[in-house]
Structure formats: structure tokens, C-alpha cells
């Protein structure tokens, strides 16, 4: 099909008026960014979290809008076991391919997480003037939430591993150069695996006029997140089995003690945003 001039100008002018029609705006948020888990045996503590966004809502007439965008998130929080002194078992190969049981025993142990996600949102806006310059604002939609990184932090005040040969009756619980033994004063770094999910999310709040072409938005937040984010093959030991050396154990992490643990996002606060044209 050729096009001729008359269909070059009807859609040139239907272009600009998507750009006119559509309202572009820059925000932040922040409130509690909490990852929930049905992880068994464990505690958490809820820190502040946030995001920073961008992203533009095309109006379908004077109520009612769609927007999309792009948004950069974060959350932090610390997890422990609900006791001070934890024994969890996993089953492990020594360098012989014999297995055995590994039991990892800590003293205080305390795991600080960071998460780092991006997130894509769709969502329906609905707004009405309730007063000269003031609209309220309703948002409704779901967001696609890609981590980029889980990363954890852990420390113990001890920790000690032993293994069980079922086979032959045995339990080794001091022979640290085959990585049996305890070691005080443990800290380690490590990383989750992650996949994407979806995301819920509610905006309740106000914009108010700035000039004819501004606006500021302040609103309530609630995001929660479906399925998890955690990509995980196997049970492993939440502090991992070095086979030459009580050292240098790897942090695994407590979620990673359940290879079907539902790992999940959630969060409420706050969000200011700048909107124009």
C-alpha cells in the first residue's frame, strides 16, 4: 500500500497529538520494603526502602489514562534464626563422592540483605478535580519485577559443621582439615539467584497545580509481589561445605535451605512525583 501525502500528514498529526495528550512525570518513593518468605525458623526486620521513577500516562479522555515507565528499586532488610545457637542439616558429597550429613551449627547468626530490582509498571489511572488546581488520583496496574542483584552480608559469633556417614555409623565432628570443626567470629558475603515476577500495585493520592503545564503528586503506595523472585535447583546448607578447610565456608544464605521457599516483594509508603507536559 503507498502512502500518499494526505496519509503522511494524518499520521504525523496523530503522533503529535499522542505527545500532547500524554503527560510525562519523575518521582520517587519510600516506605517499608519488606521481602517476605515462608522460610521456616526465621526472623525479619523491615528497613526503609525505596525507588526512583520515570514514565508518562496517556490520557483516554478527562477521567481516565494509561501509563508506563521505568523505575529503579531497592530494598534492605536483616534476617536471623529465631534462636541463638541453630543447627540445620544438609545432605553433602565429600571429595570421594561419599555422602553424608551436614550439620551446620551458629551463634547469633545475622544475615543483612540488599536488593536491587528493576521494575516495569502498567497501570490505570482514574482522576477527578476535587477543587480548583487539586485532582485525586486513583492508580491500578501490575509491574514486571526484575532483580538485578540479592546480595547478603552474614555473620556469626561461631559456627560449627559436622557430618554424619549414615553408611557406616559415623560422625566426624573434629577434623578441620577435611572441613569439620568450628571457627569463631564467621563473616562471608554471597548472592541469591533471582528471576522475574509480578507485581500488584495501588496509588491513592492528590496532584496539585504547579502552572499550566506542571503538577506535584503525592501519594500512598502499596506494592506485593506473586511467585518468587529466588531461582533455586536444590536444598543447600545455609552456610556452605568447604571440603579442605573449617575456613572460607561460603554464605548460602537461609533461604537457600528451601529450594521451593516463596521469596516475595512487598511494599507501602509514600511517593512524591513531578508531573508536565
Known sequence: MKFNIKHILGITVFLISQGIAAQFYLGMQTGIGNIQSDVVGIQTGNRLGGAIKAGYI???????????????????QEVSSLESFATLNNFEVDPSTSAFVYSVTTANYMEKQTLHAIQIPFFVQYKTNINKGIDFNFRAGAKYFLPLNYKIKVTADYVNGTAYY?????????????GFGGQGNYSASGEYNTKGILMSSFELGF?????????LYAALFLENGYG????????ESYIGYNPTSVLNRKANGLYSTDKNAQIQPVAFGITFGWNFK
Open 207 to 215: 496532584t496539585f497545580d504547579m502552572g499550566d503545564n506542571n503538577a
Open 228 to 235: 518468587s523472585i529466588l531461582k533455586q535447583n536444590k536444598d
Open 58 to 76: 496517556y490520557s483516554l479522555n478527562s477521567h481516565f489514562g494509561i501509563g508506563s515507565g521505568i523505575e529503579f528499586s531497592q530494598y534492605k
Open 166 to 178: 549414615p553408611d557406616v555409623n559415623l560422625t566426624i565432628g573434629n577434623l578441620p582439615e577435611y
